[in-house]
């Protein structure tokens, strides 16, 4: 019978492992990193303060889509400048920002399971119990989604100890 405890770190080092070969992959094939890497803040931005690389966090409650926002409808939250499709997604958001803004600050949620700050790409995402989660790319995403529970419950228990640490930093 597998012994579940090896299996869990198997899944971990497999994880970490693409993580460490991804931050040592030249810069051509590597996504675009539109994140601050030397903010110390809780919401991934890039360096002029818009979140979520300008897409519409409630589109993808509404729409079921990644949908870009527009500089016309804008709203500040915790520092950062999300963009809406159109003024009834403001108003929305305007009322429970809590209900749309990003888990882990938009940063990756499943390098936020490796206690990691990766850029959270808006094109990949998952509703999960009511919240929005992104990962970095396809290869985490689909790791991310082998376990999601799991991979969810570290990430909670990771976000306070990491919320404010520099991407660069971890």
């Known amino acids: 019978m597998p012994n579940p405890i090896l299996a869990g770190a198997r899944r971990a080092v497999v994880a970490l492992g693409l993580f460490a070969a991804a931050a040592a992959a030249p810069a051509a094939i590597m996504p675009a990193m539109a994140y601050d890497e030397t903010s110390t803040s809780a919401v991934n931005t890039d360096k002029s303060g818009l979140a979520i690389r300008g897409y519409d966090p409630v589109a993808y409650f509404t729409a079921g889509q990644p949908t870009l926002g ?11 400048t999300y963009r809406f499709a159109d003024a009834a997604n403001l108003a929305a958001f305007r009322q429970d920002p809590a209900k749309y803004v990003p888990a882990y600050g938009g940063f990756c949620a499943m390098g ?15 509703i999960v119990d009511g919240k929005l989660y992104l990962n970095v790319a396809e290869d985490p995403h689909r790791r991310w989604l082998q376990d999601v529970p799991g991979n969810i419950g570290r ?16």
């Open 70 to 80: 527009s500089p016309e409808f804008t709203a500040e939250h915790e520092g950062a």
């Open 112 to 126: 936020a399971s490796l206690e990691r700050k990766f850029d959270g790409d808006p094109k990949l995402w998952r």
């Open 155 to 170: 990430a909670d228990t990771n976000w306070p100890r990491i919320r404010h640490v520099a991407p660069k930093d971890l």
